[in-house]
């Protein structure tokens, strides 16, 4: 069974105690998680810590969180399960970032971890944050919305209103010359 995860852990401890950090966070932790989005249980983590080649500590491992989602259709609320990779470099702070142009082809990732403390539910929920979907919608067939928006088969003619207008401007430049 896993344990409730702190809110932050001493990084370099758990690191020398084999780095595996398993666990599950509450939902009322989750308080930036809100709009269009709600937390509807425990959000489970798996991450290790561990040095990559160039001697960085490195945190990885996975997430999987159960929401409601507003659908923006029908403004309905449907279950929806946001899962996602973490893979972040600790740093003891931001100053220990590499400078923007320093390192070109440096497209990592860092996490902030003043005093030797790693932020864990800081760092699970802004990789929940940027994995939620920018606009969520029912799939269409389970959306009353989208089932109504259907365009039915009609035999009226559309009023196109600009329609004319390049006969317009072809006739006023005649004139003009």
């Known amino acids: 069974m896993t344990a409730e995860l702190p809110t932050d852990v001493d990084y370099r401890r758990r690191l020398a105690d084999g780095g595996v950090i398993d666990g599950w966070i509450p939902a009322a932790r989750l308080t930036r998680v809100g709009g269009n989005f709600r937390v509807t249980g425990p959000t489970r983590a798996q991450l290790s810590l561990h040095r990559d080649g160039r001697g960085r500590i490195v945190v990885s491992g996975s997430y999987a969180a159960p929401l409601e989602a507003q659908c923006q259709r029908c ?66 067939s389970a959306c009353q919305r989208a089932v109504e928006a259907t365009p039915a088969e009609s035999s009226e003619t559309h009023y196109k209103p600009f329609a004319d207008l390049a006969a317009l401007v072809k006739a006023a430049r005649e004139t003009d010359d």
Do not use: F, K, Q
């Open 75 to 140: 403004l309905e609320w449907m279950a929806l399960t946001i899962e996602g990779r973490i893979e972040v470099i600790v740093v003891e702070s931001l100053a220990m970032m590499p400078r923007s142009g320093e390192d070109e082809e440096n497209d990592d990732d860092y996490v902030e971890a003043p005093d030797g403390r790693l932020p864990l539910t800081a760092l699970v929920e802004d990789e929940l944050l940027l994995a939620c979907p920018m606009i969520p919608v029912h799939n269409t």
